[in-house]
């Protein structure tokens, strides 16, 4: 069966810091890989998504960045934070186009 | 460009009944998928039903089940003997079938709550 990992869980940091989300998933090859944003009480925001390793889509112009370096990791970062960053982040995976999507645990971050 | 619209931000039900939540959608393609996700207070964000469009029956999980209505673009999920683990959010979401259309797009959301 398929799994996927987000860590950390829980992430504070201060403005101007450097950020890491890696998300993983198991048990599958060649998924199409995404990452979401989500400000407490509201809905899902796509920042990224990859259908391919080195393949990636940016959804919204912002402080972000992601990176495919392998096939089953998908990298969420920035050169340095900004108070808006703050929110809970998703990472989920799919087979491909018509597919549903799996997510991850997520992880909250805030940037004080 | 596809839209999804849940236009009840809060819902409430009695423990043990029954309660439908709204979800409508508007594209250009004939061939497509949705989906109603849970997201309890944990925040993981859980599949609870798939319809495909171009199925007639409507789709079934348990004690969830969804109207589809393709000509009015209407896909509500129906929640039976509802239980207090039920409390959650719920999206809909909606995808297309074209290659170069990988992407989920989501509606705003409804709040369920369960009354004891």
């Known amino acids: 069966s398929q799994t996927i990992h987000q860590w950390p869980a829980t992430l504070v940091q201060p403005v101007g810091s450097p950020l890491s989300l890696e998300c993983t998933v198991e048990?599958?090859?060649?998924?199409?890989l995404y990452w979401y944003r989500q400000a407490a009480g509201r809905g899902l925001q796509l920042l990224f998504y990859?259908?391919?390793?080195?393949?990636i889509s940016s959804e919204v112009p912002q402080n972000l960045s992601a990176s495919r370096p392998q096939d089953r990791q998908f990298i969420l970062s920035s050169k340095k934070l900004l108070l808006s960053d703050s929110g809970f982040y998703l990472c989920?995976?799919?087979?491909?186009?018509?597919?549903?999507?799996?997510f991850g645990p997520g992880t909250r971050l805030t940037v004080t | 460009a596809q839209t999804v619209t849940q236009s009840q931000p809060e819902m409430s039900v009695q423990e043990a009944e029954t309660v439908t939540l709204s979800c409508t959608y508007d594209?250009?393609?004939?061939?497509?998928?949705l989906f109603w996700y849970k997201q309890p207070p944990s925040r993981q964000m859980i599949l609870v039903i798939r319809?495909?469009?171009?199925?007639?029956q409507n789709a079934t999980e348990n004690r969830f089940s969804v109207n589809f209505q393709k000509a009015a673009k209407s896909f509500s999920l129906k929640i039976s003997d509802s239980q207090l683990g039920d409390a959650a959010m719920y999206f809909c979401?909606?995808?297309?079938?074209?290659?170069?259309?990988?992407?989920?797009?989501f509606g705003t959301g409804t709040r369920l709550t369960i009354i004891p």
């Open positions: 048990g599958t090859s060649n998924p199409n």
């Open positions: 979401a909606y995808t297309g079938s074209n290659f170069g259309n990988e992407k989920l797009t």
């Open positions: 594209t250009s393609e004939s061939d497509y998928y």
């Open positions: 989920a995976w799919s087979r491909g186009v018509s597919y549903e999507q799996y």
């Open positions: 990859s259908v391919g390793i080195g393949q």
């Open positions: 319809q495909e469009a171009y199925k007639q």
